[in-house]
């Protein structure tokens, strides 16, 4: 039977290094069962954050071979197996031991994001909206909360801007911003609090999402120009003092 090699980081946030295990490869394997066999039958001590095996939990989030994906959905036979395949945690948050990050500061700025405020319900008693505005905001929903647009996003990864949300969270607030029955504006905090003008819009975001939700074109880049129409727009600036608002 054919074998790989496979290179896992092993250790925490203060030392660690990679130590290499060969794994025999089976129909239809993916990295996620080699690191299984691994923990089976060679380190029974490897620490590795799984859940569905079915790209649908996001907890088993790491770097294959430098890319930010879900182990339980990267196949091996779509990998150069005449290499060692590395396998490492997400770069971007602190390592707690060999593959599985803290990824709590995420949760953190998720509880600042203020919750829908709907607007009062008609005469009947109903809220009503447009299919094509329930439509928009449906693929924002698709978020398993994996964390690799924040793992590969430079604001956070290379200059650690932690002002900055990161693209999840930008995908959150779309997903109220854009809500038919939404009445919060949102426009003030994504100015200040979540520093949407930190994103340069170089769509690395977009490139890692399991869910392929498009974070730039169809959550970011709306609610720039959002926050560019209000602050940015001297003619806009100007209707908005006439009118007072
Ligand atoms: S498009 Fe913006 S949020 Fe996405 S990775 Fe680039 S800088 Fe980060
Ligand atoms: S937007 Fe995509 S990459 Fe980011 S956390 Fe959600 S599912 Fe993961
Ligand atoms: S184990 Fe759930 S997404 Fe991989």
């Not at 980081?9 to 290499?20: I, L, N, P, T, Y």
């Not at 009947?124 to 590969?152: A, K, N």
Request: aromatic share 6%; hydrophobic share 35%.
């Amino acid at each position: 039977m054919r074998e790989v090699t496979v290179r896992i980081h092993r250790g925490d946030d203060q030392s660690g290094a990679f130590q290499e295990f060969q794994v025999p490869v089976t129909e239809g394997m993916v990295v996620l069962d080699a690191v299984h066999y691994v923990q089976a039958h060679q380190a029974n001590d490897l620490a590795v954050r799984w859940n569905c095996k079915a790209g649908k939990c996001g907890s088993c989030a790491a770097e294959v071979n430098g890319k930010p994906t879900l182990m339980c959905m990267t196949r091996l036979d779509r990998l150069n197996l005449d290499e060692p395949i590395v396998v490492e945690p997400m770069r971007t948050f602190p390592k707690i031991r060999d593959l599985v990050t803290d990824v709590s500061w995420n949760y953190s700025v998720n509880k600042r994001i203020k919750p829908l405020k709907p607007k009062p319900r008609e005469a009947d008693g109903t809220h009503r909206m447009m299919q094509m505005d329930v439509d928009r905001i449906q693929e924002f929903h698709q978020c398993i909360e994996c964390f690799l647009c924040q793992d590969v996003c430079h604001i956070l990864r290379n200059h650690e801007r932690w002002d900055f949300s990161g693209p999840r969270f930008l995908v959150r607030n779309a997903s109220l911003a854009m809500h038919p029955l939404d009445t919060e504006d949102r426009l003030p905090a994504l100015k200040d609090e979540f520093n949407i003008g930190y994103c340069n819009i170089t769509k690395c975001c977009s490139e890692v999402c399991p869910e392929e939700i498009k974070i730039t074109d169809n959550a970011i880049i709306p609610l720039k120009e959002r926050v560019a129409g209000r602050y940015y727009d001297p003619i806009g600036r100007l209707l908005q003092r006439v009118r007072g608002t």
